[in-house]
Structure formats: C-alpha cells, structure tokens
C-alpha cells in the first residue's frame, strides 16, 4: 500500500526566502506525481504535475523534482511572498486510474 | 473553459440522513474522482468513474456509493449519515483513462449534526 509523507507538516519563512518541501513514497512504482496548494476552506490548485519518466518540472518560481528510485520528490520555492502562503500537498498516481494517494500537506506561512 | 463545479457549496444534516453531492467535470474530461478531506485523516480517496463505470474504490463503507452519467457528470450519495461523515468532499476531474493532471473543484462541506 502506497505511502506518502511530506516534510515539515508546517514551515514559517521570511518573505523572499527560497525553500524546499519534501515528499517520500514507499512504492516507486508510481505512475505520476502532482503537487497542489490549497487554500482555507478551499479546493486543490494543480501546480505541477511530473510523469514517472520525467526527472523535472518547472512553472514560473515553481520547480519540483521527481527521483522515484529514492521515493522522493521537493517541491523548489523561489522569492517566496505572502501570497504563497498556504497549504502544500503532493500526491502519487499509481498504475490504477487516476487515484491518488495524497501526503498529508505542508502549511506554508510567507511573513512580509 | 468552466472549472469543475460541485454543488451545493454547504450542506447541513441530520444524523441518519441520507446526502446527495453533484460534480460536473471540465469540459471534455471523462474521469471523475471522489475525496474525503478532514483534520485527522487528510485526504483520501473515495471511488472513480470513467465511462459511466467505477474503476476504483477506496476503503470506505457501503454507505458511500456514487456513479456517473453519459454527460460524464457524477454523484456521490452517502446514506444513514454519521457525525464522522463530517467533511469536505472534493471531485477531481480528469482527461481521460490514467496518467493524466487531477483538476479539482471547491469542494461540498458537509457538516452532519
């Protein structure tokens, strides 16, 4: 049974720090990985989503990074601002469908 | 292009009720999957529709069934409500069989009391 973790469960930086958020897998044999924000009371925003084949993917201060052999992922923050404050989740799609097995988030707080 | 839509926004019922949650997907996207979120268990996984067919399901009870019609719309159905049933419950839209980008939409909060 696929198992997902993320790495702080909550994490407070100064505006304009770049930083890091991390995802570990216990079953490499993913078929994709998506990272998502969600804000209170909110659903998922996609931000990124890395096929098994791929080692990359960036969008604009975004980058996340796949090593399925390590069953990790990070999710890169560059310039972080207070808009960026929220929850981060990463999920795992499998070989079965579109199900996916989510982290269980890491709270962002950007401080101006 | 619409986003997924769910409706309604709010819910609140009674212990023993039975709900119903609606979700059209984008435009052209034929899979549709269910979400369960609350503080203790995070986010998990419900069931999955493509084609008007389940393909998966995840470990929950009998209570929680749903299904999907030709226009590729979903409903989810939860009967003899339990104050646990308590959450947001989110829909994800997907292109088409596997592998491809979750869309999600805002979600039903259910508050069951």
């Known amino acids: 049974k696929q198992e997902v973790t993320q790495i702080p469960a909550a994490l407070s930086v100064p505006e304009g720090e770049n930083l890091v958020l991390n995802c570990s897998f216990t079953?490499?044999?993913?078929?994709?990985l998506q990272w998502f924000r969600q804000d209170p009371g909110k659903g998922l925003t996609s931000l990124l989503l890395?096929?098994?084949?791929?080692r990359e993917q960036t969008s604009g201060r975004l980058n996340a990074s796949l090593d399925k052999s390590s069953g990790r992922s990070t999710l890169y923050i560059a310039a972080s601002q207070p808009g960026d404050s929220a929850t981060y989740l990463c999920?795992?799609?499998?070989?079965?469908?579109?199900?996916?097995?989510f982290g269980g988030g890491t709270r962002l707080m950007v401080k101006p | 292009k619409a986003g997924v839509t769910q409706t309604p926004r709010y819910l609140i019922k009674t212990r023993g009720q039975q709900v119903t949650l609606s979700c059209s997907p984008i435009?052209?996207?034929?899979?549709v999957s269910w979400y369960q979120q609350t503080p203790g268990q995070g986010l998990q996984f419900l069931f999955e529709?493509?084609?008007?067919?389940?393909?998966n399901k995840g470990n929950f009870p009998g209570r929680f069934s749903g299904r999907q019609f030709s226009n590729s719309r979903s409903e989810m159905n939860v009967s003899t409500l339990e104050l646990g049933d308590s959450a947001l419950y989110l829909c994800?839209?997907?292109?088409?069989?596997?592998?491809?980008?979750?869309?999600f939409g805002q979600g039903t909060r259910l508050t069951v009391v």
């Open positions: 435009s052209g996207h034929r899979s």
């Open positions: 890395i096929q098994s084949s791929q």
């Open positions: 994800a839209s997907s292109l088409d069989a596997g592998g491809t980008e979750a869309f």
């Open positions: 079953d490499s044999a993913i078929y994709n």
């Open positions: 999920a795992v799609g499998g070989n079965a469908g579109n199900m996916l097995t």
């Open positions: 529709y493509f084609s008007e067919t389940q393909r």
